[in-house]
């Protein structure tokens, strides 16, 4: 898999400019590069041209005919299994974000982590200009925000404080009781069959939606079907048989069929924790 943590942008004497990196992120080779160092930009060129990716970049970078800068990538501070960084990378998947992704062990989480984000929490994404988003939501937003094929922030029915307003539901009411139903030992007030009651409330009013349309917004996906998922996929996991008991076979559909998806099984491909001081791994991960 290739290791690249910056674009690199050349430009002709016309000042016309083609991505070289876009080609190297894909490339089989595997080329680390340190920030903003010219000469290892021409060295991601080298390595681009002679992987056949990269028509004669390096001999005209060589002759003049070239310039090049670099540009950082976004770096993603990211626990594989936690719904909130998943939700994140479908995201960035979505919008076809490149950005360097560093997994974190969540007890030992990386000083580089927390100087950005002193609240500790995962996912954390680093943008190139240095802002910090440290919110799962708002990383969905800032990239879909950038690129959004799929539209997920256009809900084909309702509008986008409509479907904000649900996800929010889900991550205020729905997470308060999957957290005491799943781990109620953890919860000096937890009543798991209470929160599960709770909690199965509010995918009944799921259950509605999804009987009239495919999706929660209408006959494509949205963000909240995304921003919810991992958390439904948590809350059945508990007890799969009883989940599979309940009146909700527009959730099981639905659920399935996100989980089963392309997207979602790239974006939970298991990868290493990040060493500090070592390259991440570049992301998202190739189809
Ligand atoms: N509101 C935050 C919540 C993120 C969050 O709570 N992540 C958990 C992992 S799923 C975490 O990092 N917890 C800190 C820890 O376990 O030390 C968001 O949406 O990004």
Redo the contacts with the bound molecule.
């Keep these: 898999m290739a290791t690249l943590f910056a674009r690199v942008v050349c430009a002709d004497r016309s000042g016309k400019e083609s991505e070289v990196a876009a080609v190297i992120g894909n490339a089989a080779t595997a080329v680390h590069v340190d920030l903003g160092v010219s000469g290892q930009a021409q060295h991601m060129i080298a390595s681009a041209e002679k992987s056949g990716r990269s028509d004669d970049a390096a001999a005209r970078a060589d002759r003049g005919e070239l310039r090049y800068r670099t540009r950082m990538l976004p770096i993603l501070y990211s626990?594989r299994?936690?719904?909130?960084?998943m939700?994140?990378r479908l995201a960035l998947d979505a919008s076809a974000q490149a950005c360097e992704l560093r997994e974190?062990v969540?007890?030992h989480?990386p000083d580089a982590m927390l100087q950005a984000s002193p609240k500790?929490?995962?996912?954390?994404l680093i943008v190139s200009d240095g802002t910090v988003i440290?919110?799962?939501?708002?990383?969905m937003t800032w990239a879909l925000d950038r690129n959004d094929p799929e539209q997920w922030l256009t809900p084909e029915m309702e509008s986008h404080t409509q479907m904000l307003s649900l996800v929010r539901q889900f991550?205020t009411h729905f997470k308060f009781h999957l957290d005491r139903y799943k781990y109620p030992t953890r919860y000096a007030d937890a009543d798991a069959d209470a929160s599960r009651d709770e909690a199965s409330a509010d995918l009944q009013s799921l259950e509605v939606r999804l009987t009239g349309t495919r999706w929660l917004y209408g006959e494509r996906t949205a963000l909240a079907d995304m921003a919810i998922a991992p958390f439904v996929r948590q809350f059945a996991s508990v007890d799969a048989s009883w989940f599979a008991s309940q009146p909700w076979p527009q959730v099981r559909r639905w659920l399935a069929t996100i989980v089963a998806s392309a997207r979602f099984q790239r974006v939970m491909r298991p990868v290493d924790a990040w060493i500090a001081g070592a390259p991440g791994i570049a992301f998202p991960f190739d189809h």
């Design positions: 626990f299994r936690c719904p909130y960084a939700r994140a974190v969540l007890k989480k500790g929490t995962v996912p954390v440290d919110e799962s939501l708002d990383i991550d």
